[in-house]
């Protein structure tokens, strides 16, 4: 046997699975409503699955940048092996980037976060392409207008970057369409009784616009209310969103949404558990972990979207 056994355990060491880490991993998120819910509960549910893995939360409502910053100082003062931030104030990401490169603690953004090329250090994100949601929603509700219209636009916290990148997808769509011209905008906080409040004072002042693309469902909802309770037809209207939150996949189903784009919340939470493990394993990942969009319509069965 001789001089060959030594290579052979050697390869078959190296060709082991790299054994389990006990961590526990801090997350810090915005208070959750709607789609971060839905990330809040996959990201609990799928640590409850792994072996030797925890999670702790803390919340922070959008906009209160200063107090997710003074929760991930607690994070890293009580020892957590990683941090799963979904960002409560965009102004505040470069001191949560420093705080967890400082203290060598690895960093998962989920779902929104700096756009950046290259970070030092364990950093990571786990983000879907919103431009392509917004996008995606546009193109869809123009053909459904034969190119021409009146389009209206209700958009999330101007300082999400999602707000802002499903905007700008969704002008770029309408700028192609020369039949198609936006009437209105305003923003309602990713929120159904601030949306509803915004459409209900454009119809009263007269803007009556063929489609509404909201950024989110629940600002989508939102205004399917203020249409509704104007006395509008349903079809009268077409209503746009993003998410494909149960709520959202209901409004479609009765023909009170035209249109969502599905962001998947389950397979956000899970690459990003996972993608913190293996930083806290020192194992390479991708910087940026895409995780793709999916238009829904009418004529697809929603039933393939449920949570």
Partial sequence: MGGWW??????ALANLSTPAVSAEIGVAMVEPSGFTALLRD???????????????????????????????????????????????DTTTNATITRLAQDADIPLVYANNGPR???????????????????????RKLAQMLDGKGRVAIIQGPP???????????????????????????????WERKKAAALVAGWLAHG?????????????????????????IPTDRILIGGVDATPDGLRAMQHKRMAVTVYQNAGLQARRAIDDALKLVRHEPVQQYDWVP?????????TTHFSR
């Fill in 6 to 11: 030594p290579a052979a355990f050697m390869f």
């Fill in 42 to 88: 996959g990201i609990q549910s799928y640590a409850k699955s792994l072996p030797d893995c925890s999670v702790r939360f803390a919340y922070a409502p959008q906009g209160e940048g200063e107090k997710q910053v003074e929760q991930i100082r607690q994070f890293i003062a009580a020892k957590v092996d990683a941090l799963v931030v979904l960002p409560a």
């Fill in 116 to 138: 950046e090329d290259w970070f030092a250090g364990r950093v990571a994100f786990v983000l879907s392409n919103d431009l392509v949601a917004g996008r995606l929603q546009m």
């Fill in 159 to 189: 300082s999400h970057t999602a707000s802002a990148l499903r905007t700008q997808g969704a002008k770029e769509v309408a700028a192609a369409f020369p039949g198609i011209s936006i009437v209105a905008e305003g923003v309602a906080d």
């Fill in 207 to 231: 803007t009556a616009p063929d489609a509404i693309v909201a950024n989110n469902d629940e600002m989508a909802i939102g205004a399917a209310d203020a249409v509704d309770a104007a006395g």
């Fill in 293 to 301: 969009f999916e238009l829904v319509t009418d004529r697809m069965s």
